[in-house]
């Protein structure tokens, strides 16, 4: 099995109350959810499996952490855009 090397980002560094994550876990998704998109969202995502992503049931992001953090591909590119310039 193939080890998860994990890359630290700016979100990472940036403050929420989800705190405790490691590598490729949902808390760290989550984190990355409320720094990018914020709480409203951040507290009603379900993930799906298979790195989708819904919202009350609707498709919302898929999410690949080929890049070593988790990388979403949102349905809004305001969330797109917003994304790559914190990841900058």
Known sequence: ??????VKTNIDNLSSFYTKYRGNSVGRMLH????????RYAE???FQ?????TYFGV????????????YF????????V???SLLK
């Open 32 to 39: 990355y959810i409320y720094c990018i998109c914020g709480l």
């Open 49 to 53: 499996g298979d790195g989708i992503i």
């Open 1 to 6: 099995m193939k080890k998860f090397n994990e």
């Open 59 to 70: 498709f919302f992001a898929t999410v690949s952490h080929n890049k070593g953090y988790p």
């Open 44 to 46: 009603k995502v379900t």
């Open 82 to 84: 917003k994304q790559d």
């Open 73 to 80: 591909n949102f349905m809004d590119d305001y969330f797109n």
